[in-house]
């Protein structure tokens, strides 16, 4: 149907695709970020952010401020503009919506279970929850002792259920086996929003396809550089990339023998996208490898709202959103210890 979206998105789409427009004309700009990293406590960064949509979430907040209440209440503003559109919105969009949450799911999953490991209390544990991505039986989590446990008695009436199915192992949970169900979660989670989106078709599919395959690439070099060196065989690695991307089949195969970071970046050179972003990295380290991501990620997610008619901008401003939150976060961090001079180090600029 690609070509025909003009004819009948409006119908159902059309209020929200505005409103969502006007949602991006809200993030910050760089002369925002320039102001904000010359702040010298966090109650200036209040002061800077009053002018921005974050100004009524904020105003109310006693001082001495601290970074966690600006990330909260920043993160408020990113769960209340989700809900006003999930509330709108009908199938397919709302499908497409709720697949955003999905993500957070997992990773609340994740925290709790190996907050649980270590002994942490649930309470506390739920309180650094990302609010997206909650569901009523959270708390049960601390109960299981292993993949099976954890899904018959938690998961299974969630959304997650599907993508567990790969995961269901009587092993007892330790830390090497819950990166493993984090990372296979996240593959099956992003095969199945890629193969929604591709029944979607259209516009959709053309620009949610190139976000996806981005993610599943990105994930799949995170998964390599932080497996080197650990007991996870070649085998093991390859099952956790996600079936789709640029990287997928041949990448794969290259990148599951890698065995430090340059056989890694000798890979990534052969895929012309990824070229330029191991270029900015000098050989032996990774430490900008996270940033060089990020800055391709909101280079393209940017490039989404160039078109009309289609559901990916959804997508793209919660995903820039999100960014933008870690980049407050980072700057209040190094405004409230000091570190004024390492604010650059990690700001990923947008527009």
């Avoid at 109650?43 to 966690?68: C, F, R, V, W």
């Avoid at 919105?89 to 609340?108: V, W």
């Avoid at 192992?169 to 493993?180: A, K």
């Avoid at 193969?195 to 949610?208: H, N, R, S, V």
């Amino acid at each position: 149907m690609y070509g025909f979206e003009a004819l009948t998105f409006n119908i159902h789409g059309g209020y929200l695709e505005a409103i969502v427009r006007g949602h991006r004309a809200g993030l910050l700009t760089t002369a925002d970020y320039n102001n904000l990293c010359q702040c010298e406590n966090l109650d200036d960064i209040k002061m800077h952010l009053s002018a921005t949509k974050y100004g009524s979430y904020l105003q109310n907040e006693p001082s001495p401020l601290h970074t966690t209440t600006i990330v909260e209440k920043c993160t408020l503003k990113l769960v209340d503009d989700y809900k006003h559109m999930i509330c709108q919105a009908t199938e397919p969009m709302s499908t497409f919506l709720e697949y955003i949450r999905y993500g957070h799911m997992i990773d609340n999953v994740v925290l709790i279970v190996t907050g649980t490991l270590h002994e942490r209390d649930v309470q506390e544990l739920i309180e650094k929850c990302h609010p997206l991505g909650m569901f009523d039986s959270i708390a049960t989590l601390a109960v299981a002792q292993n993949m099976r446990e954890l899904y018959r008695l938690v998961l299974v009436d969630t959304p997650l259920a599907p993508y567990f199915s790969e995961c269901l192992t009587s092993e007892d949970l330790d830390d090497m086996n819950i990166e493993i169900m984090r990372n296979t979660l996240y593959k099956a989670y992003l095969e199945d929003f890629y193969k929604f989106c591709q029944k979607l078709g259209g516009a959709t599919a053309e620009i949610m396809s190139d976000l996806l395959a981005f993610e599943a690439d990105r994930r799949a070099v995170n998964i390599t550089i932080n497996s080197i060196g650990t007991e996870l065989t070649r085998e093991d690695r390859k099952k956790l990339y996600s079936n789709f991307g640029l990287l997928y089949p041949y990448g794969h195969e290259e990148l599951a023998i890698c065995e430090d970071i340059d056989q890694v970046r000798g890979v990534m050179e052969k895929y012309p996208p990824y070229q330029a972003i191991f270029s900015k990295m000098s050989y032996g380290e990774s430490q900008m490898l996270d940033k060089a991501f990020y800055e391709e990620e909101v280079r393209r997610l940017c490039l989404a709202f160039e078109q009309q008619f289609h559901y990916a901008v959804f997508f793209a401003y919660m995903r820039l959103r999100e960014q933008e939150i870690r980049n407050l976060m980072w700057i209040s961090e190094c405004v409230a210890q000091n570190q004024k001079s390492r604010i650059h180090d990690s700001v990923v600029y947008m527009f």
